[in-house]
Nanobody, 120 residues
Framework: QVQLVESGGGLVQPGGSLRLSCAAS????????TAWYRQAPGKERELVAR???????DYLDSVKGRFTISADNSLNTLYLEMNNLKPEDSAVYYC??????????????WGQGTQVTVSS
């Protein structure tokens, strides 16, 4: 019903920047929020940044001031601008969409993930 495809990951040196994109296809009755999560080896998946359908944003404390989440609704694309990257930002980054498929039922949809590696 909904497909999410991430792109933009890669290898970058500490202090560098990357821009992740997530292209969405399909349709939902109503979107609640879209978000970026990440998961490093041996760690649980964590919320990095989220933007609601009303435009409100929130961020993981460790990325505040460095990462910016945005959405281009005309392109059905979610972005994550990451600046001043640190080795601890290395992880697989996942795009997430939470929405209602009908008036009563909501679900989480996930992309396949894109690897971000910060290393010199």
């Amino acid at each position: 019903q909904v497909q999410l495809v991430e792109s933009g990951g890669g290898l970058v040196q500490p202090g560098g920047s990357l821009r992740l994109s997530c292209a969405a296809s399909g349709s939902l009755f109503r979107i609640i929020a879209t978000a970026w999560y990440r998961q490093a080896p041996g760690k649980e998946r964590e919320l990095v940044a989220r933007i609601t359908s009303g435009g409100s944003t929130d961020y993981l404390d460790s990325v505040k001031g460095r990462f910016t989440i945005s959405a281009d609704n005309s392109l059905n694309t979610l972005y994550l601008e990451m600046n001043n990257l640190k080795p601890e930002d290395s992880a697989v980054y996942y795009c997430n969409l939470r929405g209602y498929s009908d008036v009563a039922n909501w679900d989480d949809y996930w992309g396949q993930g894109t690897q971000v590696t910060v290393s010199s």
